[in-house]
C-alpha cells in the first residue's frame, strides 16, 4: 500500500488546540502513542519533539543574545523497568525510519564538507550498542598499498554516531554516563559535544588518533535515551554536567500504576491491532512540516535566524514561566535547591526551543506566548518530577543514615539499660551514654556529629545541670 497517497492530512490538523493543550497533531500523537506505552503522557510528548526538533535542524537558529540554538531536543527518560519506555520506541522508531526515508528521496545524496570530510545528508537512526572509539566515531584504516612516496595510505571510516536522525541509548544506564569504565571513558565528552550547538564547530567530535591522523565525527543527531533510575543518579546529577544539558524525565512508578498497566497489556493480549496506519499517517504529518519549514527557509534567503520569528510578550512569557519553576523549589531545602539550579538555566533552553517547535507544530512562523504556555507543560512536568524525586531520595538516604548512625547508641543504652544504670523512668544520663559509645572507637567529635543526625530518636530530660535521655517509644533502632 502507497500510504503517502492513501493518507490525507487536513490542514486543520496542525491547527491550536484547546487552552493550554498541545497543538492537536502532538495531542493526536500522544494519544496514539499511549495506547502502546500506557500512562506515559511526558515521554510520549517529547517524543514527537525530539523527531520534529531533528528533522528542522538545519533550517532554524534561535538567537538568545549573543549565544545561539539549534532546535534539537536532546531527551533522558528514567523510569521503573518494564512500564512502557522500550515500547514506546516501537512505535517512535518506526515513525522515525519511515520519515528519514521520505526526506531522503525528497533531498536526494547532497552532502556536507564541513572540515573537508564528505558527510553524507542522510538521516538514519544509530541504536547504541558499541561503545568504542573507533565504534562511536570513527578511524583511520591502514591499506595494504602505498602512495607514490611508498608512504602507509589511510581510509577514513565513519563511526556510527556520525550523521543525522536519532542516537537511541536503549540501556543507557551501560553508556558509561553513570559507571565509567575503560572503554567508555569519553561518552561524556563525545555527549557533551555532540549536544553543542550547531551554530559554529563545537558540536564536531575530535579526536587525535595514534597514526597521527585528527579524526572529526560530524554528529547532528538528536539523543533518545532510557533507562531505569540507577543507583548512583542522584551523585551524576550533582557531578556530572551532560544530565543537565538534555531534557531529564524521571520517574518512579508506584506499584497500583504498575498493577493498571499490566491490566491495560493482558486485555490486549490475543488481539492484533496494526500500526502502520499510524506509523504512516505521522510520517507524513511530519515530513509536511519538514518541508514547510524548509520553503519558509529558501523564502528568507536560507538565513536560518529569520526562518522563525518573535511576537511582542514571547520573552515576557518566558521569564514568566521560569519565575514559576523558581517558586517551585523556595520551599525544598538547600542541597534539593542547589541541584535543581544547576537544572534551571537549561531547563529555560529546551523552554525556549519547545516553544519555536510548538510553534512550528501550527505551521506558523511566529512565536506567541501561547507557544510558550504549551511548551512549559512538558518542561514543568520534566523539571517538577525531577525535583520531587531529588526530595524523595534524599528522605530515603537521610532516613538509611540515621539507621546506621543510631545503632551504637541504641545498643549502648540498651546495655546501659540492663546493667542498671537507668532512672525509674527509663531516662539514663547523657555524658555516660556518649562514655559508652566512645569506648567502641568512636571520637568525641565523631559521637557528637553522629549524635546531631540521630538524636530525634531519643526523648531530653534535665534535672539541675544534668541531661538524661530515653529511648522513643518503637525506636528500637531495628
Not at 553508556?175 to 561524556?188: A, Y
Request: proline share 3%; hydrophobic share 35%; glycine share 6%.
Amino acid at each position: 500500500m502507497n500510504y503517502d497517497d492513501e493518507i490525507e492530512i487536513p490542514e486543520e490538523y496542525y491547527g491550536v488546540a484547546l487552552e493550554e493543550k498541545m497543538p492537536r497533531v502532538v495531542e493526536d500523537w500522544k494519544k496514539t502513542v499511549l495506547t502502546v506505552s500506557h500512562k506515559n503522557d511526558i515521554p510520549a510528548m517529547a517524543s514527537f519533539f525530539s523527531l520534529l526538533g531533528q528533522i528542522t535542524k538545519d533550517f532554524i537558529r534561535i538567537p538568545r543574545g549573543k549565544n545561539t540554538e539549534d532546535s534539537r531536543i536532546h531527551f533522558c527518560w528514567m523510569q521503573t523497568s518494564g512500564t512502557g519506555k522500550s515500547t514506546l520506541w516501537n512505535f517512535m522508531g518506526p515513525v522515525s525510519k519511515s520519515l528519514h526515508k521520505k526526506i531522503n528521496d525528497f533531498e536526494g545524496t547532497g552532502s556536507s564538507n564541513s572540515s573537508e570530510v564528505y558527510i553524507p545528508r542522510k538521516y538514519d537512526n544509530f541504536d547504541v550498542v558499541e561503545y568504542t572509539d573507533a565504534a562511536l566515531i570513527g578511524f583511520y584504516e591502514k591499506l595494504k598499498e602505498l602512495d607514490e612516496n611508498d608512504e602507509p595510505v589511510f581510509e577514513r571510516r565513519s563511526g556510527s554516531l556520525e550523521g543525522n536522525g536519532l542516537a537511541h541509548w536503549d540501556e543507557f544506564e551501560y553508556s558509561g554516563v553513570f559507571k565509567q569504565s575503560q572503554h567508555k571513558e569519553n561518552i561524556i565528552v563525545y555527549l557533551n559535544t555532540l549536544m553543542n550547538t550547531l551554530e559554529g564547530e563545537s558540536w564536531i567530535i575530535t579526536k587525535k588518533l595514534k597514526e597521527g591522523h585528527l579524526m572529526e565525527c560530524m554528529c547532528q543527531r538528536s539523543v533518545w535515551a532510557t533507562t531505569y533510575i540507577p543507583k548512583h543518579l542522584k551523585s551524576v546529577i550533582a557531578e556530572k554536567g551532560v544530565l543537565q544539558r538534555m531534557l531529564v524525565y524521571v520517574r518512579e512508578v508506584p506499584e497500583e500504576e504498575q498493577h493498571d498497566m499490566r491490566m491495560l497489556q493482558l486485555r490486549q493480549s490475543g488481539k492484533r491491532e496494526v500500526t502502520e496506519v499510524d506509523t504512516e499517517r505521522f510520517a507524513k504529518a511530519l515530513f509536511t512540516l519538514y518541508k514547510d519549514v524548509k520553503a519558509r527557509f529558501l523564502e528568507v534567503g536560507e538565513d536560518p535566524f529569520s526562518t522563525i520569528t518573535y511576537s511582542e510578550g514571547f520573552a515576557d512569557a518566558l521569564i514568566n514561566e521560569y519565575m514559576k519553576m523558581r517558586d517551585y523549589i523556595k520551599s525544598s531545602r538547600p542541597e534539593i535547591r542547589e541541584i535543581a539550579q544547576n537544572f534551571m538555566t537549561r531547563i529555560n533552553v529546551q523552554l525556549l526551543k519547545l516553544s519555536v517547535l510548538c510553534c512550528i507544530a501550527e505551521r506558523k512562523f511566529v512565536v506567541t506566548p501561547t507557544h510558550v504556555r504549551q511548551a512549559y507543560i512538558l518542561t514543568q512536568q520534566c523539571y517538577s518530577t525531577l525535583v520531587e524525586w531529588l526530595e524523595r531520595s534524599l528522605k530515603i538516604q537521610k532516613s538509611a543514615l540515621v539507621q546506621n548512625k543510631s545503632v551504637v547508641f541504641v545498643q549502648e543504652y540498651n546495655g546501659m539499660v540492663k546493667d542498671g544504670e537507668v532512672k525509674d523512668d527509663g531516662y539514663v544520663s547523657k555524658p555516660k551514654l556518649f562514655e559508652r559509645v566512645q569506648k567502641k572507637g568512636i571520637s568525641r567529635a565523631q559521637c557528637y556529629r553522629d549524635w546531631k543526625i540521630i538524636e530525634s530518636k531519643f526523648e531530653n530530660d534535665t534535672v539541675n545541670r544534668s541531661v538524661f535521655v530515653r529511648l522513643k517509644k518503637g525506636d528500637d533502632g531495628k
